[in-house]
Each structure stands twice: as C-alpha cells, then as structure tokens.
C-alpha cells in the first residue's frame, strides 16, 4: 500500500514563495508519473503538474504556467512543487498523486491511483 505524505504548506503573501515536498513510501514510485492538483473551497479538484518518470515530460495548468515548477527526486521518491509569484486565487488544499502504472501519463483525476492527504497553501493579498 502506496502512503504519499505532503508537506511545506503554510500562509505566505502574495508575491511570495513556497516549495512544497511529497514523499512516498510502500511502493517504487520512480517508473511512476507524479503529479499535484488542488483544491479550492467550493471547488472541484483542479490538474496543476505532472511529471513523468524520468522528468523528461512535465505538464502545467495554465493558471501556473511560469510561476510553479515540479521536480522529483527518484533516488528520495519525492516530487516537488516550486511556486513562485503566488496570488491569492492559488489559495487551496493541495495533493499530491502517483500515477496509475508504468508507462501511463496523463494530466486528469482518472489518471492518478493513489494521493496524499493534502497540505493547505494560504496566499494573502
């Protein structure tokens, strides 16, 4: 059983920084797309990054596009997210997934197995 835990989360100002880690245990993630969504109150759960295995392919939402950056570390089984320039409108609960099998990638909900439990990010104008 796959756990993925967040972590970085916190209350910044706008215009601000964060870096946000999730670490995986209990299964080999490396051959694994990893990818972060969020959550906003009263809101669906929205794509923000993937990353494929090798970190060779990354997707970004295009609310994010310049501002966030997703790595990963295989050797840590940890992703990352980097977000720079942050707005109040990135205020959400944010989660980070694990990929459905080797060799699937994709950027929708349906293409993710296993998430986090969710770090909040607070950005005030």
């Known amino acids: 059983q796959v756990q993925l835990v967040e972590s970085g989360g916190g209350l910044v100002q706008a215009g601000g920084s964060l870096r946000l880690s999730c670490a995986a245990s209990?299964?080999?993630?490396?051959?694994?797309?990893m990818g972060w969504f969020r959550q906003a109150p009263g809101k669906e759960r929205e794509f923000v990054a993937a990353?494929?295995?090798?970190?060779?392919?990354?997707d970004y939402a295009d609310s994010v596009k310049g501002r966030f950056t997703i790595s990963r570390d295989n050797a840590k089984n940890t992703v990352y997210l980097q977000m720079n320039s942050l707005e109040p409108e990135d205020t959400a609960v944010y989660y980070c997934?694990?990929?459905?099998?080797?060799?699937?990638?994709?950027?929708?909900?349906?293409?993710?197995?296993?998430w986090g439990q969710g770090t909040q990010v607070t950005v005030s104008s």
């Open positions: 990353s494929s295995w090798t970190g060779d392919r990354t």
């Open positions: 209990g299964q080999r993630f490396s051959a694994l797309t």
């Open positions: 997934a694990l990929g459905r099998g080797v060799g699937y990638y994709g950027t929708h909900l349906r293409d993710f197995a296993s």
